[in-house]
């Protein structure tokens, strides 16, 4: 009877299984089931755009053709636009960086002091109803002409969606997993360490790639408001002069920008959140 | 195969002047707002033993728990878990093991596992030591750096009760653990708890809706009203579980008598 109970005992009731090991697919496969089908509406814009303008014999001061843009990149690279690429980039990179910091600074504050949350909040939301386009020449007015208000701008309109987004994630973490924490001894920096962090971390990243895509237009804000170099200058001389491929150029390299940002951002993400699963989108 | 397994612990080992009881709950009250979720619940529950706690859903079985683990204070009566009466003292006895197995996804299974022990400023390397050894007991070896998504319902379910083993507390508190499981795994990872258990000697407070499962693990069955929870009977289970399998267990004419009566109760 013993020994029958001791064998029954040692046998494991379960069935052994093995780890499941995720399926990968091929880098292009996977680049292609996410944007292949984005790329080809992009590039057949571009060829309607083409004929058109070539077809209507629309005048090149009116409306730059995808090909007139290429030729405006290669001949005004090194002249005017890779001269105000970096001071914009640096507008996007230093105000951007600057917003998480402080963003998910306050948002990490304003979670583990509830009653400052609760003053801070609605004045948070408040602030946003100010347009930053007309804070923007206040603020040249204020800070000078140089790099320092764009990248405040900058910060400005980022700030925001990482803030709340952080202060959401924070907040909306399931109480189940804080009460689990607190019978297994868990003390308060415990439970924001290990589980409302991590567990917020997507928030913080959802918010990060919002606040992306505004980056580069709180820097044109900024640069329209009162500025000498950037993107956004270039744009606005050369409105007058009519070089509307150069202002194209411009405006694609915006675009890139903020879409290299946005791809960072989502790149951080995969690092630091391996167990969130997107589908791949970004 | 008991000393590999976590129990005999400093607390529950050594006989306290021969105070036996576990947990005492003396005309216990909780309301939220008007509903009244507990009312005059009067109960002991000796130490070492293990109770099963049954009734209709939404009858404060839950909130029984939450009680007594501390997380939650009544509204009337006392609670006394092992000498510990505040809500600090009970929280610093009972761990507790939730309906849902609330790993963290951002942790492999052993890290998980090894919160507990982590939370009490172990450094990571020495509480993955500590915990890794249970891996192979639990049937869970091969699987101590997977994260949780990868592993199945039973097994997620055996690393939360590894994890609320590892907090080395003298009280385990299982709320429906094996609630969210289906009714073929839920009968096999019974049947593991019920191994598991004997080789833990530790006072077991187990909450379900389930009467069988109820009989199978515990000593002692108290059967709770719909709400306003009330105590409505206690039974003396005392079935001879070793060296029997599930099956062979919840097919005897005692246990089905049990049963029987059990259900009888609730009704």
Redesign the interface.
């Known amino acids: 009877m013993s020994a029958k109970a001791s064998e029954e005992r040692a046998a494991d009731p379960m069935p052994a299984e093995d780890p499941i090991v995720p399926k990968r697919t091929s880098a292009f496969g996977h680049f292609w089931r996410n944007y292949g089908l984005a790329m080809l509406i992009i590039i057949a814009l571009l060829v309607i755009w083409e004929l058109w303008i070539r077809i209507f014999h629309v005048p090149k001061y009116l409306l730059a053709s995808p090909t007139g843009i290429w030729t405006s990149l290669q001949k005004d690279w090194s002249r005017y636009l890779l001269p105000n690429l970096w001071p914009t980039l640096s507008e996007v990179l230093i105000g951007f960086g600057i917003s998480v910091v402080a963003g998910v600074g306050l948002a990490i504050v304003l979670h583990l002091f509830t009653p400052l949350r609760r003053a801070v909040y609605p004045i948070l939301i408040g602030s946003q109803t100010i347009p930053i386009v007309v804070l923007a020449p206040v603020l040249v007015i204020l800070l000078g002409y140089g790099l320092l208000p764009k990248v405040v701008i900058v910060a400005l309109i980022c700030f925001f969606p990482i803030v709340v987004n952080g202060l959401d994630g924070l907040r909306l973490v399931d109480d189940d997993f804080i009460r689990m924490m607190r019978t297994l001894d868990a003390t308060r920096w415990s439970i924001f360490r290990k589980v409302e962090f991590p567990g917020a971390l997507p928030s913080i990243f959802s918010g990060m790639r919002v606040a992306a895509t505004f980056a580069a237009i709180g820097a044109i804000f900024g640069e329209w408001a009162g500025s000498s170099v950037g993107l956004g200058y270039l744009i606005q001389a050369s409105t007058p002069n009519l070089q509307t491929a150069r202002i194209f150029a411009a405006i694609l390299l915006l675009t890139l920008i903020a879409m290299a940002l946005f791809g960072l951002v989502s790149l951080l993400e995969r690092i630091f959140c391996p167990w969130v699963s997107r589908g791949g989108v970004l | 195969?008991a000393e590999r397994s976590v129990g005999v612990q400093g607390g529950a080992a050594t006989p306290s002047g021969g105070d036996n009881v576990g947990i005492a709950f003396d005309r216990v009250g909780k309301a939220f707002g008007d509903v009244v979720a507990l009312d005059g619940v009067t109960f002991e529950i000796e130490r070492n033993s293990r109770i099963g706690i049954v009734g209709p859903s939404g009858g404060g079985k839950s909130t029984l728990l939450?009680l007594t683990?501390g997380?939650l204070e009544q509204d009337a009566g006392s609670i006394n878990v092992e000498g510990e009466t505040s809500t600090e003292g009970r929280?610093?006895r009972?761990?507790?093991m939730?309906q849902?197995d609330?790993l963290?996804?951002?942790r492999t299974a052993l890290d998980n596992a090894m919160?507990?022990i982590?939370?009490?400023g172990v450094s990571k390397k020495d509480a993955r030591a500590k915990t890794r050894p249970y891996f192979e007991h639990f049937?869970l070896a091969?699987?101590e750096d997977?994260?949780p998504?990868?592993l199945?319902g039973?097994?997620r379910q055996?690393v939360s009760f590894l994890?609320?083993l590892m907090?080395e507390?003298d009280i385990l508190?299982l709320d429906e653990p094996f609630g969210a499981l289906d009714s073929i795994t839920r009968g096999?990872m019974q049947?593991?708890l019920l191994?598991a258990l004997?080789d833990v000697p530790r006072t077991v407070l187990l909450v379900t809706h389930d009467v069988d499962e109820a009989l199978l693990l515990s000593r002692t069955v108290v059967v709770m009203s719909a709400r306003p929870g009330r105590v409505v009977t206690v039974l003396d289970v005392g079935l001879q579980t070793?060296?029997l399998?599930r099956r062979e267990i919840v097919t005897s004419p005692e246990f089905i008598e049990l049963k029987e009566s059990a259900l009888e109760a609730i009704e």
Do not use: H
């Open positions: 195969m939450q683990a997380l929280l610093s009972c761990a507790m939730p849902r609330l963290l996804p951002w919160i507990a982590e939370n009490r049937g091969k699987f997977v994260r998504d990868a199945s039973g097994m055996r994890r609320t907090a507390k508190l096999q049947e593991w191994r004997g070793e060296g399998s």
